[in-house]
């Protein structure tokens, strides 16, 4: 069963960056395409941005020119680069699989934008 532990976030003021990590327990960015999804206080989990195995990244509009996913193969790690931060980027992000059925998510790591 693979595992997933995500961290990084914290408490930033508007403008600020922060670096987000997903650690994974088996080597699947290879064959998956692997994304970072973000769950704020009374609303639905949405996904943020997605990398193929390929390499290809999509962001979603919100995000887009801000946030950058990238990943260590060799380190079995997702990144999650996070600048220009905004209020509306508080949340809790989790990575997961972008297709299929989703693995057991992870505790996420809170991000908290607030001056």
């Known amino acids: 069963q693979v595992q997933l532990v995500e961290s990084g976030g914290g408490l930033v003021q508007p403008g600020g960056s922060l670096r987000l990590s997903c650690a994974a327990s088996?080597?699947?960015?290879?064959?998956?395409?692997m994304g970072w999804y973000r769950q704020a206080p009374g609303k639905q989990r949405e996904l943020v941005a997605r990398?193929?195995?390929?390499?290809?990244?999509i962001y979603a509009d919100s995000v887009k020119g801000r946030f950058t996913i990238s990943r260590d193969n060799a380190k079995r790690t997702l990144y999650l680069q996070m600048n220009n931060l905004k209020p509306e980027d508080t949340a809790v992000y989790y990575c997961?699989?972008?297709?299929?059925?989703?693995?057991?998510w992870g505790q996420g790591t809170q991000v908290t934008v607030s001056s």
């Open positions: 990398l193929t195995s390929g390499g290809i990244a």
């Open positions: 088996e080597n699947i960015f290879i064959f998956n395409i």
């Open positions: 997961n699989r972008y297709l299929g059925q989703y693995w057991p």
